[in-house]
């Protein structure tokens, strides 16, 4: 128990994925404008990344490794993400739509977000069995929904700031995103 705890608390908030790692920068910098559609965001990708650790896990486990086909992994496990991807869409347009229409292109873009296949290749190298390949999944996706709903958070409070013509837009969310990466590597020494 003592280690899946390190493992989560290491994932989500000293090993950041986005902040850290800078894993998954797109969907971070691109759907974090408002907070209800990052929180949406970050949900979704909770949704995947944790499934597809465990799905990943599971093929790896008892297909890949047993048939001595581990250097097919990468495909596979792309394989497995995109049919995640595609059902958390549909489901999403049709119980969310305007979830759905406002994370527009987004919402796909998980599929190809390095987060989310990041994790199933450390979960391999990393040695982890399936449930601390799923700890450590539902860990990293709940780290990227903290970063990804404090940058809408902020960005949310900028809209108000008198900032200067230079650093309007994309600058400033940049120099936000760096100072975040900065105050999270306080957190290093945790674990």
Do not use: H, W
Request: glycine share 8%.
């Amino acid at each position: 128990m003592r280690e899946l705890l390190i493992i989560a608390i290491g994932s989500a908030i000293v090993n950041n994925v986005v902040l850290s790692q800078f894993l998954g920068l797109c969907p971070f910098l691109g759907v974090s404008k408002k907070i209800n559609t990052a929180a949406g965001m970050g949900g979704a990708v909770i949704f995947v990344l944790t499934i597809s650790s465990l799905m990943t896990s599971l093929i790896y486990q008892l297909i890949l490794v047993p048939t001595g086909m581990e250097f097919l992994q990468t495909i596979v496990f792309i394989l497995v993400i995109a049919a995640l991807v595609q059902l958390v869409e549909m489901f999403m347009k049709k119980v969310l739509p305007p979830l759905y229409q406002a994370l527009g292109v987004y919402l796909p873009l998980i599929t190809t977000n390095c987060a989310v296949l990041g994790v199933a290749i450390s979960n391999v190298q990393d040695g982890y069995n399936v449930v601390e390949g799923v700890v450590n999944g539902f860990a990293t996706a709940v780290g990227f929904t903290i970063a990804i709903v404090l940058m809408a958070g902020l960005r949310e409070k900028m809209e108000y700031n008198n900032v200067p013509k230079a650093f309007q837009g994309m600058p400033i969310v940049l120099l936000t995103a760096m100072l975040m990466s900065i105050a999270f590597t306080g957190f290093a020494g945790i674990i």
